[in-house]
């Protein structure tokens, strides 16, 4: 996982996902309310991204239109929506609207 000390778009960009499997599926996404993250408080789980995604205005990934983040041990994972973080940061914008699933250690007490 890389690591910046300057100012930069993304606190870190990494590849996979740390946390265990959420199990969420495209519903229970749809069911969070999205909120404003900071592009600077999210860490990657991408390293690429698809050129054609980033530049189709009409993009929509899995149908949703906010990006999908999850807390994991107090870092934010920007799980899917890189392309909508980075056309948000060549606008100009720090801000991204996504939608958050906070991840507790035990599975089992996933709501």
Avoid: C
Avoid at 50 to 65: Q, V
Avoid at 82 to 101: D, K, P, T
């Amino acid at each position: 996982m890389l690591s910046y000390t300057s100012p930069v778009i993304f606190k870190r960009v990494g590849e996979g996902r740390p946390y265990p499997d959420h199990g969420l599926a495209q519903r229970q996404w749809a069911e969070l309310a999205p909120q404003q993250v900071r592009l600077d408080q999210l860490v990657t789980t991408k390293r690429t991204l698809d050129l054609a995604t980033l530049l189709d205005a009409e993009s929509t990934f899995y149908g949703d239109l906010f990006a999908h983040v999850v807390q994991w041990q107090n870092e934010l994972y920007l799980e899917d929506g890189v392309h909508r973080a980075l056309r948000a940061a060549l606008q100009q914008r720090h801000l991204l609207h996504a939608r958050i699933h906070a991840l507790t250690a035990d599975p089992e007490l996933q709501p």
